[in-house]
């Protein structure tokens, strides 16, 4: 096992930089493990050729152009995309499903740009579920992702690929996308750090329609807290979107209010030790100096069940505009994803009003609660990770499926309906070894706190991760 900060994407990055290795080695080390680890099924899609010869161009770089190289925050550390989101060119993303056919982009997103002007080689594509649509990553297309931890559980979803090739060491860090919690439940199930940022705050480009309404954001899973504020630092700002660009908040000085959630409701039973980590996470910032304040199941009932309507209606109405806007021939696609099209289609406006609505009302109430406090730890999942085949998609019941989600996930869609940030981290394992995740939010644009405690809870060293980076020597 090795520490979250000895083996991450900061210290192959250092070890590329001082010439421990090549990013031409790093990358074959990374192809290599790929395919040591095919089993899991964490890559949807890979190609050798792009990532031989962008670890080259960054080893040219190093030679030819030292600052520049040097100024790059991941020089040479090899990387994979999500299917879904984007785009990368070179990388034909098909969301997981049947509709589209592989077919490479031919021009990068702005976050993508950003992504390579950070040093990040990229060589293939994540596994996720079709359009995104499961906290599990098993798409009828293949292949089914699997916890590198467990290979009988589910690494999670919608970036459960991401989360299993980062967990599994194939790649230090990996892109991801976050419109239901599609960021940190996958951290939660592989014991990673997981950012949901800022509505605003990650670049969205080129294309700026309303796409999902706003609650989805892009960043990446990590194995630590430095990479994901190294991340987030590099890619962040100036997102010429169709949402505001939040100005980043400093980190508060002094003692912090950190409200303290351990209830979510006997609809969501959460098991105990899951809600004893979440204790423990409080009592060591308490340690600090921080002021516990604990707080209710009522503070947050009604804006549970409210996200939870606005989450089914916006992506139903989604998934419906899209098919209809590409002309795309929906019977390639599973019952779930069919039945979804057909509730979007037949949601009417005051139906899709009430729920938009709805999420406005749950960011006023977040924000009459960051009046009491300045961040709030809670539960991140309600149990171990589920078993694979835990979220079918052979059915077409669409509240069943956005059921047996929220009840695994009781809280992560809070984040994405308010546009709030939130972090998940592993502190602690229980009985089986799988890891015990926390989840933190804060007030819009307070990614340095939630990162800052982050860092500190990551020096209690109550996580190891099993895997070694490829590359890097453990």
Not at 216 to 225: G, H, I, K
């Amino acid at each position: 096992m090795t520490s979250n900060t000895s083996a991450d994407a900061t210290s192959l990055a250092q070890a590329i930089q001082r010439g421990d290795l090549t990013a031409s080695q790093a990358m074959q080390s990374s192809l290599a493990a790929a395919e040591a680890h095919a089993s899991i099924g964490a890559i949807a899609y890979s190609d050798s050729t792009m990532g031989v010869a962008s670890a080259k161009a960054m080893d040219t770089e190093r030679l030819s152009n030292p600052a520049a190289f040097a100024a790059r925050s991941f020089s040479g550390v090899p990387a994979l995309a999500k299917d879904l989101g984007g785009p990368f060119a070179g990388l034909p993303v098909s969301a997981g499903s049947r509709l589209f056919d592989r077919k490479a982009g031919e021009a990068d997103s702005d976050l993508a740009l950003r992504f390579r002007d950070a040093g990040f080689c990229f060589f293939g594509l994540t596994t996720s579920p079709e359009l995104g649509l499961s906290l599990a990553s098993e798409p009828a297309i293949g292949p089914i992702c699997r916890n590198p931890l467990d290979p009988t559980l589910t690494a999670g979803g919608s970036s459960g690929g991401a989360a299993a090739a980062v967990a599994s060491g194939i790649v230090a860090i990996a892109h991801a996308t976050d419109a239901g919690g599609s960021i940190r439940v996958p951290a939660a199930c592989c014991g990673l750090v997981g950012l949901k940022p800022t509505r605003g705050a990650i670049p969205a480009g080129p294309s700026f329609g309303n796409h999902l309404g706003g609650i989805a954001s892009e960043l990446a899973v990590c194995r630590s807290a430095r990479d994901a504020a190294r991340v987030f630092d590099a890619l962040r700002g100036k997102a010429r979107g169709p949402f505001a660009d939040p100005a980043t908040a400093d980190i508060k000085d002094g003692r912090l209010r950190v409200g303290l959630l351990i209830d979510t409701g006997c609809q969501y039973p959460t098991e105990r030790a899951r809600l004893e980590a979440v204790e423990a996470a409080a009592r060591a910032l308490e340690t600090d100096g921080n002021q516990i304040v604990p707080l209710k199941w009522i503070d947050f009932e009604q804006s549970v069940a409210a996200s939870g309507r606005a989450f089914g209606d916006i992506v139903s109405v989604n998934l419906a505009g899209l098919i209809d806007a590409l002309a795309l021939d929906e019977g390639r696609a599973e019952p779930l994803t069919r039945a979804f099209i057909e509730r979007g289609r037949t949601l009417s406006a005051a139906s899709l009003w009430n729920a938009l609505n709805g999420a406005v009302l749950v960011s006023r109430d977040l924000w009459n609660l960051f009046d009491k406090v300045d961040c709030i730890l809670m539960p991140m999942l309600s149990s171990a990770p589920l078993a694979i085949g835990s979220f079918p998609s052979d059915h077409g019941n669409t509240e069943l499926h956005l059921d047996r989600m929220t009840a695994f996930a009781p809280l992560a869609s809070l984040a994405n309906i308010s546009g709030f940030p939130a972090l998940t981290l592993p502190f602690g394992t229980d009985a089986n070894g799988q890891p015990l995740a926390v989840q933190m939010m804060a007030p819009m644009a307070h990614e340095p706190l939630l990162l800052s405690l982050a860092a500190r809870l990551e020096a209690e060293e109550r996580w190891q991760h099993r895997f070694p980076i490829a590359g890097l020597a453990a």
